[in-house]
């Protein structure tokens, strides 16, 4: 072992060493809360990479939301110089990347063409609701997000055997057509398609398939409890006979089912790769004894599980107790009497501590009595970056000269940026986008 690689595995505790140096096939890390997953997820990639296990362009990592991929880059870089190579990032964004890497076979099997538009949520809302109106469906019933989860959620049954949908109204079932013809009439997709597309062409493309396998040798996945359907089968096609698959995760921690998380994944996962050992991570960094025992004592009650009990080396700490209040009202006095506690006591400021509540509606009996008490606090919500005005009006200029057929970047252009364009002069201007060949769209002196 060189220096660099030993340098990476000093901080680690024996049974996390393991789990970052077995090599010998399919690894499960079956990782309690706190227990470092992320760290031996990270760090067993920089070792990959500093002992020359693994080329860096090579080994490919997923996870669920684009800040842990980020967060995953920089500490392998911050390890390892020379991992700039190393992909990591979502199930989503390796799925656009895959289609830009395929445009052949994605128009062919799916019919987009290249420099297509991904519509986000809000947009695919508001493109349901359009086909609603033209299909006079009660939206007091039923809104365009409800109608857009049943179609997401049917679209996602996707397996490589065609089957019926889950779709039993029969004009939910024509909603649903139509949303998928209109994304594609003007060569869009949205987030289910960056999943679904991929599969169906690494199903009938064997060369693609084949392509996408050789350039993977190690395949390392957190937060596997959490992975759907067609997240599974997607894995499943990336493994190749030359690749190693390592997943970190916790059956214990699966909170996702509602949309769509299947645990089973992650309790299969010895029976769906031969000869793949399973490593258990169970001293817990961050709690001490007493928030231990506790969990542990309710998690002991879950009858799909893989078996471990989480212990510290931390004390046993604070008892836990619960607050049976009668209403808010007592719930916000017990809270006041708490913040004073533990600043009289233990020395807290008022910026140590934060409120978890469950909606945002709650909010207005603690911040009524704050006032009355004379505490400062301040509310935590906002919008992301990319939900901002000022931000999507931007992008929906960058679309239309990506795309000339994204009629909802039109429309949203149109609004702020081109003088009497309203809603017939738009309909003229679409309606001769769509007549122009290829060539013309693709070139936006012409356009």
């Not at 499943?236 to 996702?256: A, E, F, M, T």
Request: glycine fraction near 6%; hydrophobic fraction near 40%.
């Amino acid at each position: 072992m060189n220096e660099n690689g030993k340098n990476i595995l000093l901080s680690l505790s024996n049974r996390q060493q393991e789990a970052v140096k077995y090599v010998d096939g399919p690894l499960l890390v079956l990782a309690g809360a706190g227990s470092g997953k992320t760290r031996v997820l990270t760090r067993k990639i920089a070792w990959l990479t500093a002992e020359h296990i693994a080329d860096p362009n090579t080994v490919m990592a997923v996870t669920f939301t684009n800040k842990a991929a980020g967060e995953m880059k920089s500490r392998i870089n911050a390890l390892v110089p020379d991992a700039r190579g190393i992909s990591a990032g979502t199930f989503h964004a390796y799925g656009l990347k895959f289609l830009f890497r395929h445009p052949e076979q994605a128009e062919e099997i799916a019919g987009l063409h290249r420099d297509f538009t991904v519509f986000d949520r809000a947009e695919s809302r508001a493109l349901v609701q359009e086909i609603m109106r033209e299909m006079k469906f009660p939206e007091k019933e039923s809104s365009p997000a409800s109608m857009l989860e049943l179609i997401s959620r049917d679209y996602m049954t996707w397996t490589p055997i065609p089957h019926d949908t889950t779709i039993e109204d029969e004009n939910v079932y024509k909603l649903a057509k139509e949303y998928r013809r209109r994304l594609r009439e003007i060569n869009a997709a949205d987030f289910d398609d960056l999943m679904i597309l991929p599969l169906e062409i690494l199903k009938q493309d064997v060369d693609a398939r084949r392509r996408e396998q050789n350039r993977i040798s190690w395949l390392l996945v957190d937060e596997y409890q959490d992975v759907n359907k067609p997240q599974y089968l997607l894995l499943r096609y990336l493994v190749g006979p030359d690749c190693i698959i390592n997943v970190v995760g916790d059956p214990d921690q699966s909170i996702y089912g509602w949309r769509g998380a299947e645990v089973g994944m992650i309790l299969n996962f010895t029976n769906d790769f031969d000869g793949a050992k399973t490593i258990v991570l169970d001293e817990n960094y961050r709690s001490t004894g007493n928030i231990l025992d506790a969990s542990n004592a309710l998690i002991r009650n879950n009858k799909a599980r893989l078996k471990k009990n989480l212990h510290t080396a931390k004390g046993s700490g604070e008892k836990i107790y619960t607050l049976m209040a009668q209403n808010d009202f007592q719930e916000a006095d017990f809270i006041v009497q708490e913040i004073e506690r533990l600043r009289s006591v233990y020395s807290y400021s008022y910026s140590d501590i934060a409120i978890l509540y469950r909606q945002n509606a709650m909010s207005r009996v603690y911040e009524n009595k704050f006032l009355q008490e004379d505490i400062p606090y301040r509310i935590i919500r906002g919008l992301s970056f990319y939900d901002r005005m000022e931000v999507r009006d931007v992008l929906s200029i960058l679309r239309m000269a990506m795309n000339p057929l994204d009629r909802s970047a039109l429309d949203r252009a149109s609004g702020f940026a081109i003088k009497g364009m309203g809603a017939k002069r738009r309909a003229n201007w679409y309606e001769w986008l769509t007549s122009q060949p290829d060539d013309v769209l693709n070139d936006p002196v012409k356009v």
